[in-house]
């Protein structure tokens, strides 16, 4: 049977268009953690030709949704945010690693690496989640 992380992320990937949009393709997950992985397209590219801002910015959150779940808990973000740090253009492949930094029974802080296919950090990410009471029915 698959781990709790997989069950809960595959409900959430399975039921969030947004995500299958950008093509998002799952690497590897588990408690606390995921890596995904997707293309820049040309429809997501902005009036400068470069991505849309929050292209990365999507990629990332999507990364902190399912590494936040991952426990089995219901969570949902209340603070996020980016730094940019290269301009990314048609063509490039993005990876982003969501790691949890710290958890309690409200609160969880994680940091999302998302770097281009040569491994340049093309994005820093933070998020905080509320951790709510109800359980993922899986």
């Not at 429809?43 to 292209?55: K, Q, S, V, Y």
């Not at 982003?96 to 950090?121: C, F, M, P, R, W």
Request: hydrophobic share 40%; proline share 1%; charged share 20%.
């Amino acid at each position: 049977m698959a781990s709790l992380a997989t069950r809960v992320i595959d409900k959430m990937y399975n039921n969030d268009p947004f995500s299958l949009w950008l093509g998002i393709e799952r690497i590897a997950e588990g408690p606390g953690t995921c890596t995904l992985k997707m293309t820049v397209r040309k429809e997501m590219l902005n009036g400068f030709g470069i991505a849309h801002g929050g292209i990365t910015y999507s990629f990332a959150d999507s990364a902190l949704a399912f590494a936040c779940n991952s426990h089995g808990r219901k969570s949902v973000s209340v603070e996020t945010s980016i730094s940019h740090t290269k301009a990314l253009k048609e063509g490039d492949i993005l990876t982003a690693v969501a790691t949890e930094e710290s958890l309690s029974n409200k609160i969880g802080v994680y940091h999302v690496k998302v770097t281009d296919q040569d491994d340049t950090i093309v994005g820093l990410f933070k998020g905080t989640v509320y951790r709510t009471s109800k359980e993922w029915e899986i």
